[in-house]
């Protein structure tokens, strides 16, 4: 079992940074790859970011490439999103998740389904 909590989300301007973080409990932490997915009561639920379990490998989805920086410390079992260059479209509530690194790899870093566990969410929201 693992148990995420996000913190990090509020209110920023076009622009700005906002960097979310993710607590992880569990002692198994480090095995595990790690996601970031966003959404909002118009879009289905969207992939952000994904990290292997030892920060090797990272992923974007396009929209957010150059932007965001999805990274990890597994000594603070904890995974970060750093967000620069916010823009409104960016505006969602983001959400931490926890893979099993054979379903990753077998389902795929983006798809959701993927993912076996989640945090409650933090909402992000850019203003012009």
């Known amino acids: 079992q693992v148990q995420l909590v996000e913190s990090g989300g509020g209110l920023v301007q076009t622009g700005g940074s906002l960097r979310l973080s993710c607590a992880a409990s569990?002692?198994?932490?480090?095995?595990?790859?790690m996601g970031w997915f966003r959404q909002t009561r118009e879009k289905e639920r969207e992939f952000v970011a994904a990290?292997?379990?030892?920060?090797?490998?990272?992923y974007y989805v396009d929209s957010v490439k150059g932007r965001f920086t999805i990274s990890r410390d597994n000594a603070k079992n904890t995974v970060y999103l750093q967000m620069n260059s916010l823009e409104r479209e960016d505006t969602a509530v983001y959400y931490c998740?926890?893979?099993?690194?054979?379903?990753?790899?077998?389902?795929?870093?983006?798809?959701?389904?993927?993912?076996?566990?989640w945090g409650q969410g933090t909402q992000v929201t850019v203003s012009s």
């Open positions: 998740s926890a893979a099993e690194t054979s379903r990753w790899h077998i389902i795929g870093h983006n798809d959701d389904r993927a993912y076996d566990y």
């Open positions: 569990g002692r198994t932490f480090s095995s595990y790859a």
């Open positions: 990290i292997n379990w030892s920060g090797s490998d990272t």
